[in-house]
C-alpha cells in the first residue's frame, strides 16, 4: 500500500493541533497526516497567551490579565495588557 501526504504533523499538542486546523481550514485539498500516540486528546489543557479576545474564548476555562511575582521582598503584581493568559 503506497501512502503519500503533503505535510506529517508529529504530536496534536497545543501547536499540532492549531497547525492542523489552519491547514485544514486554508487548504481543504491538502493530504495531511497527525502521528500522535497519546490514546486520546479530549482531557488535555493548553495555557496559552493571545492579545485581546480570540478564536477559542468559547473553551477557555480560566483567564488572567495580570501576572503575579512573589519573592522574599514582596508581591509584584504586572499588567500584561493587551495580552490575557488563557486555559
Known amino acids: 500500500m503506497d ?17 492542523a486546523l489552519e491547514l485544514l481550514q486554508q487548504c481543504p485539498d491538502i493530504k495531511l497526516v497527525v502521528i500522535d500516540n497519546a490514546p ?10 493571545e492579545k485581546d479576545s480570540g478564536k477559542w474564548d468559547h473553551m477557555t476555562l480560566k483567564k488572567w490579565n495580570y501576572g503575579l511575582f512573589k519573592s522574599a521582598q514582596g508581591i509584584i503584581e504586572l499588567d500584561m495588557n493587551p495580552y490575557v493568559y488563557k486555559t
Not at 40 to 49: D, E, G, R
Open 3 to 19: 501512502h503519500h501526504f503533503d505535510i506529517a504533523i508529529i504530536g496534536l499538542g497545543c501547536a499540532g493541533s492549531h497547525i
Open 40 to 49: 486520546t486528546v479530549l482531557h488535555k489543557k493548553w495555557s496559552y497567551w
